[in-house]
């Protein structure tokens, strides 16, 4: 199968697991990847026809949506699929609109991985989806609400430390951060203060 690929996660476990299913698809020499969306970049400018980019949703740094758009203007010859360990709906809506071919859970088997990358690099030019450990489905938008329930739950803790919301909500602290981090776009605030400052005004922080 012609082209090459590109694959962009900051975990070293999981990048190489990429790695080598990649180039059991493309071949030995068709595959690079990087920790950063920045690194990402300046290793596109040096490979040739890219036809699919790997990108973690949750890099720190550049934001997601950021990264996607970046490796667009860069690459734009590659489809990409986004990565993330993030089951929210308001994510996997921002990945796609932002130009994500699909929005793939990260505990998704190899071989639905497999398949959803091979589909792409068919030229597979079915409707965006969203691929989760139940299964794969069309994107439906739904704007009820600015927030989810989990980062509603996450925005009336912010006074706590990370850790500790993690452990009343029984979350890992790296996914307390990605919800904060989340809430903080959506909310197109900078800081923990204000997101309560517009909780506040919402009623729904704890600290109202």
Do not use: C
């Amino acid at each position: 199968m012609p082209g090459s690929a590109l694959i962009i996660d900051d975990h070293p476990l999981y990048r190489d697991a990429l790695t080598q299913l990649l180039k059991a698809i493309l071949g030995e020499t068709s595959v690079a990847s990087a920790n950063s969306a920045e690194e990402g970049l300046r290793l596109g400018e040096h490979l040739v026809d890219v036809r699919v980019v790997l990108l973690d949703f949750g890099l720190p740094g550049m934001s997601g949506t950021e990264a996607i758009g970046a490796v667009m203007r860069k690459l734009p010859g590659a489809s990409i699929i986004a990565v993330s360990a993030s089951e929210e709906r308001r994510d996997a809506g921002a990945a796609l609109r932002a130009g994500a071919k699909h929005f793939v859970s990260k505990a998704v088997g190899t071989d639905v991985l497999a398949a959803t990358i091979r589909r792409v690099l068919a030229g597979d030019f079915s409707a965006p989806e969203w691929i989760t450990p139940a299964g794969a489905g069309a994107f439906e938008p739904d704007d009820d609400s600015p927030l989810t329930p989990r980062q509603l739950e996450i925005l009336s803790l912010l006074h706590l430390p990370n850790k500790e919301i993690g452990l009343r909500l029984g979350l890992a602290e790296v996914t307390v951060k990605m919800h904060v981090s989340a809430i903080f776009r959506v909310l197109e605030v900078a800081n923990r203060t204000q997101a309560m400052q517009v909780g506040r005004r919402l009623s729904l922080s704890e600290t109202a």
